[in-house]
């Protein structure tokens, strides 16, 4: 079961990151690799 959803929200290609989208305003932009380091489990879902 899913505990927080994130919305990609661009890509960084100087850092080759992708960039989210969240609740706050210190996650716009927020570069994917540091959201999830601290997680153990992520699913990654495509919308099409």
Do not use: C, T, W
């Not at 899913?2 to 570069?31: C, T, V, W």
Request: no cysteine.
């Amino acid at each position: 079961m899913p505990k927080h959803a994130m919305i990609i929200s661009g890509y960084d290609d100087e850092n080759e990151d992708f960039l989210l989208a969240g609740h706050s305003n210190n996650r716009q932009a927020y570069e994917l690799l540091n959201a999830i380091d601290n997680y153990i489990v992520v699913e990654f879902i495509y919308i099409q």
